[in-house]
């Protein structure tokens, strides 16, 4: 048992490690919620309107004062991102944010930055759904013996001495061995992962294409602040489904469970009722903080971030009714 949790404190050591490797890339974004014109990646000799960048926050005051100066009749011109360059920035910019802004653009040069973001989106998440499958069915079936999980805590609910502890975790591993669970494979899942999604956040907001363009007619570099203020419905609307389909991509593995129990006349115990369940209820705190700093977040900055979490949530609610009907398949 010993071994198992060094084991797993290594694999959760690496984790960390990767996810400070990822969030110490630069802000590329100003004050003002506009990409900074420094960290915008292109493919192509691209000329944009000025006032869709931000040079004014760029630390760099040499390289502030010549992009001030290459700005004429309010256009500034973008020269093409090599490889070489964002390799230059570290390995996380140049392997897998450089190549996914890359795709956004090239396929927003066929379409329009909208639709750009929804295929490069669906290629990612269907990319790292490969890899996932397996600990999201896994997840799934924690749901499901949730009250077996729930019965065991409450076994040793108030026994606080180092045996108890053990016979639990034990008991907890023989559990999940019998329902072919690996509850720590998740942090190994996170590790291939979370490079890549937080890669896809970065080439979102940094992809010229996206900083300049636009989806139906909809500008992509307002904000859904701006919309609020001059009432334009189709900001709103993006932002409002947006909070929506983010809440519904979160709640709906338990009202999937919810509804199979029914389904199948399963009688909830009491201690794993959501009322009186402590793990349903730090879930559902965490969810609910996470979506207010969603919207507090995104309100103020442009469209592009928050139709990119909305495409993400959607294909998200895709997988888990996908996940749902394998898992349940008589």
């Known amino acids: 048992m010993k071994q198992f949790l060094q084991k797993k404190a290594k694999l959760v050591f690496l984790c960390m490690l990767v996810l400070l490797t990822c969030t110490a890339c630069a802000n590329p974004r100003g004050r003002d919620g506009k990409t900074l014109a420094d960290q915008i990646i292109a493919s192509e000799e691209t000329t944009i309107d000025a006032s869709q960048i931000n040079y004014k926050d760029i630390s760099d005051k040499k390289l502030k004062k010549e992009i001030k100066k290459n700005i004429k009749d309010g256009q500034y011109t973008i020269q093409p991102t090599t490889f070489k360059e964002s390799m230059s920035k570290g390995w996380f910019e140049g392997l897998i944010v450089w190549p996914i802004a890359q795709i956004i653009n090239l396929i927003s040069s066929k379409t329009d930055a909208g639709v750009g973001i929804i295929l490069t989106t669906l290629l990612i998440q269907m990319l790292v759904f490969v890899f996932t499958r397996k600990s999201q069915m896994s997840t799934q079936r924690m749901q499901e013996i949730s009250p077996e999980i729930q019965k065991i805590q409450n076994k040793y609910k108030d026994k606080t001495d180092e045996r108890s502890k053990m016979q639990m975790a034990q008991e907890m591993q023989n559990l999940y061995q019998k329902y072919d669970i690996h509850p720590f494979g998740s942090m190994l899942i996170t590790f291939i992962q979370l490079p890549i999604m937080m890669g896809m956040y970065y080439a979102t907001m940094r992809s010229v294409s996206v900083v300049s363009g636009s989806f139906m007619g909809i500008s992509l570099a307002g904000t859904p602040l701006d919309g609020f203020k001059a ?51 730090s879930m559902n705190m965490s969810m609910y903080f996470m979506t207010a700093m969603i919207c507090i977040m995104y309100i103020s900055w442009p469209m592009a971030m928050s139709f990119y979490w909305l495409v993400s949530s959607v294909i998200r609610v895709c997988q888990s009714l996908i996940l749902h009907q394998v898992m349940n398949k008589k």
């Open 231 to 281: 009432l334009d419905i189709a900001y709103i609307a993006i932002y409002v489904l947006m909070v929506i389909f983010y809440i519904v991509s979160m709640k709906l593995p338990q009202w999937l469970k919810k509804w199979q129990d029914k389904k199948d006349n399963v009688k909830v115990k009491k201690y794993a009722q959501e009322e009186t369940n402590p793990m349903a209820n």
